[in-house]
């Protein structure tokens, strides 16, 4: 990862060895094609600095497929942030009896984005926030589900319920099931739990196997809301050597 403070030098030792050697047959004319390096990141701000010592072209865009969207969350509560600049407040809801209060929008908005029909992804910084957040979001489903979450119920929660029930594919999940349950390690009890509604987690401490059955569970919307370590984005800085 070029972004992390304590990884060593061994990089951009390794670059440079590998420049050296492609100056070399450069210059000796050679019949072997000369190595490309190219490299890609979203979020490194000294990109000039990089291209100019791998004597590189500097290619910078800021298209965006999905547009963003920023929020701020202050007292409880969250506004919007125009292009303008201006700043609106938006509709929320009162979870209840959410141990982790400090969290109640960000599940709310996780599972509100399920009842519109798409999928959340949420970053945790660690293996033991991803479980407790995916756990959390999990009973937060099946408490809307029941109607244990707001009483009395009001057209709002009742939203999030008749969406739940609409956008959660029981099939799906009972075929990611199966799956889970053939893997060498068998089926993880609090993995289990959750991703009877559509939440799972993913970092390091699951299996490759387990990774990826995850992964595509939520490419195919069996997992709608999906709490991952930066193992889901470890491709956010790139070098390719081609």
């Known amino acids: 990862m070029l972004g992390e403070p304590k990884r060593g030098f061994l990089l951009e030792l390794l670059l440079s060895k590998l420049m050296y050697f492609s100056n070399k047959q450069m210059e000796s004319k050679s019949s072997v094609n000369p190595l490309q390096i190219v490299g890609m990141s979203a979020t490194i701000p000294n990109l000039s600095t990089i291209a100019k010592w791998l004597h590189a072209e500097l290619y910078v865009t800021d298209y965006r497929p999905v547009p963003l969207l920023r929020r701020i969350v202050n007292n409880d509560k969250v506004h ?18 959410l141990s982790m209060k400090h969290e109640d929008i960000l599940i709310y908005y996780a599972i509100d984005t399920l009842v519109q029909g798409f999928s959340a ?28 979450k707001v009483v009395p119920e009001n057209a709002q929660a009742k939203k999030i319920r008749d969406g739940l029930n609409g956008n959660l594919s029981r099939d799906k999940i009972k075929q990611l099931k199966l799956a889970l349950e053939k ?60």
């Open 80 to 97: 919007d942030v125009t292009k303008a600049g201006n700043v609106k407040p938006m509709p929320s809801i009162d979870l209840q009896r």
């Open 121 to 148: 992804l949420v970053f945790c910084p660690t293996k033991a926030d991803c479980e407790r957040l995916a756990k959390t979001i999990a009973i937060t489903i099946v408490d809307f589900g029941k109607m244990r």
């Open 183 to 242: 893997t060498p390690f068998g089926y993880d009890r609090l993995l289990e739990t959750t991703t009877k509604c559509g939440v799972a987690y993913h970092h390091a401490g699951l299996s490759s196997e387990e990774r990826s059955i995850i992964e595509k569970a939520y490419r195919d919307g069996a997992i709608r809301i999906l709490c991952s370590t930066t193992t889901l984005s470890a491709g956010k800085h790139c070098l390719w050597l081609i």
